[in-house]
C-alpha cells in the first residue's frame, strides 16, 4: 500500500497474479486527520490495471504481486513473488503512472530460483519501499535463500538478504543480512507455521521500518514491526552462502507486537506513511491480504499514530 499525499488517497496492490483478473491495484480514501478510523469508511475509488510494454494484458502468473512503492518519476515499482515450483523468478517491475510495463531492475542471479539454490516457493520478494531522496530502492526476501539457510522455526530465525539498488544508475548495490524471528507460536506436530519478512518502509539515512509476520495453524498471526539500521552491517552481496560465514547482520530494534494494541491482526502484510495529525504525529497504515479466502481470512487495514512510539 502507498499513500498519495497530493490526491489525498492510497493505493492498494491486489496480490492476484491473474487468477481472477488481470494484475492490478486499487486506489483507496478514507480520513485519518481527525485521528480515527471508522468500520465502513474505507471506499475503492478506482482502479489501474498493471498492462505489458505493449498495452496488453499481462499474462496470467507472469507476474505475482507483492510489494508497491512510488517511483520518483510518479509510475510504481512492484515487487514480484515469481513462482518458485515453476522456476518463475521474482521480479522488481516498474511500470507508469497508467500501468503501463516500463521495465525491470536486474536482480542477483543468486536469487533465481534452482533445486538447491534460490529463492523458496512463496517466500520470495514482499517488500518494496524508495528512500525519501528517491535515490535507493530496498526489497528483501522474506525468508533465507536454499543456501543460505532454512527459515525461521520454533527456536531460531531466518537470515533474509535485504537488498539495496541504485536507482540512478539502475543496478544492485549492495546486499545485507536480515535475521528474521524465531516462530512466535511453535506448532504442534505437522501444523502450518511460517514468519517472514512481509514489507519494508524506508526512513533515510540506512533506517528502514520492517514488517514481520509470524502464522500457525489454530493460532492465528503475530505481526511485529522493528527499526532497522544498517550502520555497521556488513555488505554480503559477494556472499555465496551466509550459512558458511559469519557476517555482522542489521541491527533491528523492536517497535511494537500489534496484537498488544487490542486488535487481532490479520495477514498483515503492506504498511505505508498516511497523513500528518494536529499534534504532529504520524500516521502508518498496515494492510492485510485475505488471500482470496474469506471468511477465515479478510481484509483489514489497521491504523496507528506513530511518535516516540507507536499508539493505538
Do not use: C
Amino acid at each position: 500500500i502507498v499513500y498519495d499525499p497530493t490526491a489525498e488517497s492510497y493505493y492498494a496492490l491486489s496480490d492476484d497474479p491473474g487468477q481472477f483478473a488481470p494484475p492490478r491495484l486499487y486506489r483507496l480514501t478514507f480520513d485519518l486527520t481527525d485521528g480515527a478510523l471508522t468500520e465502513g469508511e474505507i471506499r475503492v475509488v478506482s482502479e489501474v490495471e498493471l498492462r505489458t510494454a505493449r498495452d496488453e494484458p499481462i499474462p496470467a502468473r507472469r507476474v505475482d504481486p507483492e510489494g508497491l512503492a512510488r517511483s520518483p518519476s510518479g509510475g510504481w515499482w512492484v515487487a514480484s513473488e515469481g513462482h518458485a515450483d515453476a522456476k518463475v523468478p521474482p521480479a522488481l517491475i516498474e511500470f507508469s503512472a497508467e500501468g503501463r510495463w516500463l521495465g525491470e531492475m536486474r536482480l542477483p542471479r543468486r536469487l533465481r530460483p534452482r533445486r538447491k539454490a534460490g529463492v523458496r516457493h512463496n517466500l520470495a520478494l514482499e517488500s518494496v519501499t524508495i528512500s525519501p531522496d528517491g535515490r535507493w530502492l530496498f526489497t528483501a526476501t522474506e525468508s533465507a535463500l536454499k543456501q543460505d539457510g532454512d527459515p525461521a522455526g520454533s527456536t531460531s530465525g531466518s537470515p533474509s538478504r535485504l537488498l539495496r539498488f541504485d536507482l540512478e544508475r539502475r543496478r544492485h548495490d549492495a546486499s545485507f543480512v536480515y535475521w528474521t524471528e524465531p516462530l512466535a507460536t511453535p506448532p504442534a506436530g505437522d501444523e502450518f507455521a511460517v514468519n517472514g519478512l512481509v514489507d519494508l518502509l524506508a526512513l533515510g539515512n540506512g533506517r528502514l521500518l520492517a514488517l514481520e509476520r509470524s502464522y500457525t495453524a489454530g493460532h492465528g498471526n503475530t505481526v511485529r514491526l522493528f527499526e532497522v539500521d544498517l550502520t555497521g552491517a556488513d555488505e554480503v552481496s559477494r556472499v555465496r552462502r551466509l550459512g558458511r560465514t559469519r557476517r555482522s547482520p542489521v541491527a533491528k530494534r523492536l517497535l511494537v507486537d500489534i496484537g498488544t494494541l487490542g486488535v487481532q491482526p490479520d495477514n498483515l502484510e503492506g504498511l505505508t506513511w498516511g497523513p500528518e495529525l494536529e499534534d504532529g504525529r504520524r500516521t502508518l497504515v498496515l494492510v492485510a491480504d485475505d488471500n482470496f479466502n474469506p471468511p477465515e481470512q479478510r481484509s483489514q487495514v489497521i491504523a496507528l499514530a506513530f511518535g516516540d512510539a507507536p499508539s493505538r
